[in-house]
């Protein structure tokens, strides 16, 4: 799955490209409110167009569940996406997507002109894989790249079912960083491995857990599914968030890193309050206990000081460290401190920083640590299924090198 060709393998001028990006962008009364996903496309569209190819991107957007939704359409990218690239990106509106509209749009095309498909979405096909649009997207083009990773874990029209019926599918940029830097940390990391699991709940993260334990060195846990590891140890953990499900679970991995000479870290102390706050970032009175001193009315926010401490001492010495999951309810500045002490740490390493998408991407950024990662992953879900160890259907479609 690491060995794919990529655009620098191909020559694409004069020829038809379709490129299936990320452009899943936040939307507020038609305008973009978040404009990361179209940056990070750029790289692969600007060097297609320098080669003379005729690139013809798609794109979903939200969830409109198989029919039009003029709130979801595209056509706020390709204006967006124009004033980025300094030329014309020209919409090809048609409801059912591969259309009379992009049919024409796309006959009539020059090298090194651009046009933008109308949201996948929109065929009620895409999520199913199903055939006929399948067919109808490789009607349009002689090559296929995908250079959206955060669908890479979905097996859809615009990124696998396509691939079926066009000979050369290749990766973009963005999509051959995602499988460098995820694939090869997990795969072949420099040592010493350092992997970091937060976020609510353990249920998440089963198979990374036990994935990353037979890849790492050491394995930290924070954030809400720390207090069902605490709790399987046989600590008190008050009113914390807790799986109890997954006790057994999370004995089984205590004892897996003992067997394989791993080292796990859990909190030694926890910061806590009577509850939530509400609203999230509300003022919120709290205090640092040790981890088996949680008393029954109170809940663990976040780690507490001496935790944090540990874990950067444990990320200081670190060669390769990923990070999947803050380390507490880093929405509220009062117990986002366990959160901004891991990301401070691996900003001050030298090691290879990864940040696995989701709510560690927004929590690095929104902290201001954001440009001092090595990579921060675009994909959520599809970048917790890499470091499961799974296949991704949208990297394993793309030609082997």
Known sequence: MLNKKSVDDINVKGLKVLVRCDFNVPLKDGKITDENRLVAALPTIKKLIADGGKIILCSHLGKPKGEPKPELSLAPVAVRLSELL????????????????AKAAVAAMKDGEVVLLENTRYRIEETKNGEAFSKDLA???????????GTAHRAHCSNVGVTEYVDTAVVGYLMQKEIDFLGNAVEKPVRPFVAILGGAKVADKLNVISNLLEKCDTLIIGGGMAYTFLKAQGKEIGTSLV???KLDYCKEMIEKAESLGKKLLLPIDTTIAKEF???IDAEIEVSVVPSDA?????MGLDIGTETAKAYAEAVASAKTVVW?????VFENPILAKGTIAVAKALADTEATTIIGGGDSAAAVNQLGFGDQMSHISTGGGASLEFLEGKELPGVAAANDK
């Open 86 to 101: 300094g030329q014309e990106v020209k919409f090809a509106a048609d409801d059912n997507v591969v259309g009379d509209n």
């Open 139 to 149: 009607s349009l083009c002689d090559v296929f790249v995908n250079d959206a990773f």
């Open 243 to 245: 799986d109890d499900t």
């Open 277 to 279: 706050p509400n609203p």
């Open 294 to 298: 949680i008393p029954s009315d109170m």
């Open 324 to 328: 999947n999951g803050p380390m507490g």
